[in-house]
């Protein structure tokens, strides 16, 4: 069971990323995928979540109206499309499986991608 999170980069403010989150070794049919970010110092911080179950979607108040995550069953993958991106959203960015519905504690998921960095910076 693999997550690769990938797409990340560095982008000027008010630019745009999307972020991947491919898996293999497993199917997202049942699972929910959550991005989470970590900046230097900070703790890690949930982003969003989508369920492949019933296709919900939610998102951190911080994120809401700029972010868009969204999943593609045939790819077997997870994107989070980020518009007007900002200094504040400057992070390591990880992708985590879980079974079932989506949640936002990081202990709530059983696996984790290894990160991408984005750099939002003039």
């Known amino acids: 069971v693999q997550l690769q999170a990938s797409g990340g980069g560095r982008v000027q403010p008010g630019g745009s990323l999307r972020l991947s989150c491919a898996a293999s070794?497993?199917?997202?049919?049942?699972?929910?995928i959550g991005w989470f970010r970590q900046a230097p110092g900070n703790e890690r911080e949930w982003v969003s979540c989508?369920?492949?179950?019933?296709?919900?979607?939610y998102y951190a108040d911080s994120v809401k109206g700029r972010f868009t995550i969204s999943g593609d069953n045939a790819q077997n993958a997870v994107y989070l499309q980020m518009n007007g991106l900002k200094p504040e959203d400057t992070a390591i960015y990880y992708c985590a499986a879980r079974v079932g519905l989506g949640a936002l504690n990081y202990d709530d998921y059983d696996y984790w991608g290894q990160g991408t960095l984005v750099t939002v910076s003039s």
């Open positions: 989508i369920s492949s179950s019933d296709g919900s979607t």
């Open positions: 070794g497993f199917t997202l049919d049942y699972y929910a």
